[in-house]
């Protein structure tokens, strides 16, 4: 059928299981061939196609509330409630988003883009809808990887106490992005070769309803349904909190999904339906990965799987340089061990784990749990390299405050994927960080402008004895190795263009430094470019200096304005007595949409041609 004709899901009550299945095959065709444009999350989503078929056939959205958990893994859900007339607009400016949304329609009733708060904001809307007397379905789509987490198990913890109604589709694949890690994933393989119970009960009644005297017999067993379901099936993990459990299925058949969410329906209390499922199911390349390369793509080539973008000679990711440098400097200092939570690929952390697989450390979707376990590390006299995506970095808050800063601990955090991340949109965003880690004692906050200076940065890090944040971009950025990489003075700022008569200054960091230096040089301006590659601490010798000159001060920020580099500045004024001509560029109080970096830049008025015309108006 032609997907874009979709309007909502009603049509799928009438559908018979072949059609439902030839639907399945439509959905995989358009979805390979839709992202292969846009790029997005294509793993995850082809491993859920026929289960959502399955879930919106079963229950009545949106009256019935479904929540993926993360929510990157909803694109069959948002082809089925109307949206794919608009999916060529996908993860693009004023497009329809990747995850769950809200505003964008009535079937979408929550929205995240970090893991594990399926279950929590599940059962607030049980409790809710039972105070209001109001009678509905709450289905939480949660992985392995997801449930494992510590907000999962608190969640799951009141949820077997509360024992409101919901049905919890715990989908398993074994990976969350790359492979799962730990004990919790031991666990749920036995549960993937346990019997199906549902299968066995059905077997049995069945059996038991051809005649009088099973009919009688049958009546009976209600009081031992549960010594019955122990004696086949190990209900593990949810057991232990008091939950139902039903399954395994067949997540990629549709009939036998649609046979355990009936039965589901009717039960009473909170129930757990353990759905197997293959990431990436009907696409190769896909199915072959084990890495997580396929779970976010750029534009690709469907028949040869082949991305159609590749980095430019001399030139590695952000993150690839870091790893390289940490690579160098871990081969004559064996105290340095590395950890992610769950980011093995997305941080190019792969190259350190293999090289030193004894000194590597993957805690799952565990940020806190990551945070203090590097601490623990760092008072036994280890140097953690503690690397986490900014956007995640906000849930170890408390952690890095109070096992991290408060000890005093050298741990260095390298905050992957600092600043505007484009495409992913408002939940993944780093523009937080400076902000929420500055008022931190002890801290020392950076950002190179370059692969040089990143290398530097670190080798700073690893001579000192303090909490040492090191924030990068998502993005690529020209490598030159340097063997024997210079420290970097702590707190040190450096001025370009001052050969020039100054007319205005511009503080700015990161890759920044160098576009704005380049227009200002082309364009033969009379401003002087500081690299503030410290937030904390500030270069107050510096500002001293620039402060003397009386010349009009432009902060360029692309992070928040609220608690970032001017915020700094305009303190240190204050104590200073200082009387600055400061004109602040950056994020207001809001949250940016996804888009294009160049296209958000420019709604957001943190474009390079603003601070121009702003420098314009000064000159």
């Not at 790893?323 to 769950?342: G, Q, S, W």
């Not at 993944?428 to 931190?440: A, C, E, N, R, T």
């Not at 008025?605 to 603003?610: A, L, V, Y």
Request: aromatic share 8%.
């Amino acid at each position: 059928m032609d997907i874009k004709e979709i309007q909502n899901p009603e049509f799928l009550k009438n559908l018979s299981i072949k059609e439902c299945n030839q639907l399945a095959s439509d959905i995989r065709s358009f979805l390979i061939n839709s992202v292969s444009k846009t790029g997005g999350h294509l793993s995850s989503n082809l491993g859920v196609v026929e289960l959502t078929i399955a879930l919106h056939k079963v229950f009545n959205s949106p009256d019935d509330k479904i929540i993926f958990d993360v929510g990157h893994q909803s694109y069959i859900h948002k082809l089925l409630t109307g949206r794919a007339k608009d999916f060529s607009t996908l993860r693009q400016y004023k497009g329809i988003s990747g995850f769950q949304k809200r505003e964008e329609s009535d079937y979408d009733c929550w929205e995240a883009g970090h893991s594990s708060t399926s279950l929590s904001a599940a059962l607030g809307m049980a409790v809710a809808r039972d105070l209001n007397n109001q009678d509905y379905h709450i289905i939480p789509v949660i992985g392995d990887g997801s449930i494992s987490s510590g907000m999962s198990l608190e969640a799951l913890n009141q949820i077997g106490s509360e024992n409101k109604n919901m049905i919890i589709i715990f989908n398993d694949n074994n990976m969350s992005i790359s492979q799962n890690v730990g004990a919790l994933t031991n666990g749920f393989s036995k549960l993937r070769t346990s019997k199906p119970y549902t299968s066995f009960k059905s077997d049995i009644k069945s059996i038991l309803q051809k005649n009088e005297a099973g009919k009688t017999l049958l009546a009976g067993m209600t009081a031992v349904k549960d010594r019955l379901k122990d004696s086949v099936v190990e209900s593990g993990l949810f057991g232990e909190f008091g939950l139902e459990y039903l399954g395994p299925v067949d997540g990629h058949n549709i009939k036998d999904l649609i046979h355990i969410l009936e039965a589901a329906k009717e039960h009473d209390g909170p129930v757990v339906v353990h759905v197997l499922t293959r990431k990436g199911k009907g696409y190769k390349p896909c199915e072959n990965d084990k890495l997580g390369n396929w779970h976010g793509v750029g534009s690709f080539d469907v028949l040869t799987g082949k991305s159609l973008s590749s980095l430019p000679k001399g030139k590695l990711s952000w993150s690839e340089i870091i790893t390289e440098t940490l690579c160098r400097l871990a081969k004559t200092n064996e105290d340095i061990v590395a950890i992610t939570p769950a980011m093995i690929t997305g941080s190019k952390l792969e190259k350190f784990f293999a090289a030193y697989p004894n000194r590597s450390f993957d805690c799952g979707i565990a940020e806190e749990h990551a945070a203090t376990f590097a601490a623990g590390l760092a008072i036994s006299g280890k140097q953690p390299f503690l690397c986490i995506y900014s956007s995640f970095l906000q849930r170890a808050y408390d952690q890095i405050n109070h096992d991290i800063c408060r000890m005093d601990l050298p741990v260095i955090i390298g905050v992957d994927r600092a600043g505007l991340v484009g495409e992913d949109g408002a939940t993944h965003h780093g523009v937080f960080d400076v902000s929420i880690l500055k008022s931190l004692p002890n801290i020392i906050i950076s950002q190179p402008k370059d692969g040089d200076e990143a290398q530097q940065l670190l080798v700073a890090a690893y001579r000192q004895k303090h909490p040492f944040v090191i924030r990068y971009p998502r993005g690529n950025e020209t490598y030159n190795p340097i063997t024997s990489a210079e420290s970097i003075s702590i707190g040190s700022w450096v001025a370009y263009n001052t050969s020039v008569k100054t007319k205005c200054i511009v503080l700015t960091y990161g890759p920044e430094v160098d576009k704005v230096l380049s227009k200002v040089v082309s364009n033969n301006l009379p401003v002087e470019v500081i690299n503030c590659r410290f937030f904390k601490p500030l270069d107050t010798a510096m500002l001293k200096e620039i402060t003397s000159k009386n010349c009009p001060i432009i902060t360029y920020e692309t992070d928040m304005l609220e608690g970032g580099l001017s915020t700094s500045v305009l303190e240190w004024a204050c104590d200073e007595q200082i009387e600055l001509n400061l004109h602040r560029i950056g994020i207001g109080d809001q949250y940016i949409t996804h888009g294009s970096l160049n296209q958000i830049r420019k709604d957001a008025g943190i474009d390079i041609d603003t601070l121009i015309h702003k420098i314009n108006e000064f000159l």
